[in-house]
């Protein structure tokens, strides 16, 4: 191959200012990384201590467990209140009714 066709001119100049370039491309890539790092630690961080904070399934069954006898008695007492409702009203004529 003839030397000729494929000859090309670099020059210090030109090699020195690729290297800057590729230098200042490099030190742009480092900082990225390290506030991606510091970012993700945070992340971490606080995904731990939501783990830590967070009622685990047994606590949640017992909470469970008092709020369905909470709505129970609710219920219960929802109940009675409708049958007082119903009998306080009426006392006159129930008692009629047996005789009173």
Do not use: C
Not at 11 to 33: F, G, K, M, P, S
Not at 61 to 83: N, Q
């Amino acid at each position: 191959m003839p030397h000729d066709e494929y000859e090309a001119v670099i020059t210090l100049r030109d090699l020195h200012e690729d290297i800057r370039a590729i230098r200042n491309d490099l030190t742009t890539v480092i900082a990225q990384l390290s506030a991606t790092t510091t970012t993700q630690a945070d992340h971490e961080m606080r995904i731990r201590e939501l783990e830590k904070t967070t009622a685990s399934s047994v606590e949640v069954a017992k909470h469970e467990e008092r709020l369905d006898a909470l709505d129970r008695k609710h219920w219960y007492a929802t109940g009675a209140l409708v049958v007082l409702g119903i009998l306080f009203p009426n006392l006159g004529e129930i008692a009629k009714l047996f005789g009173g």
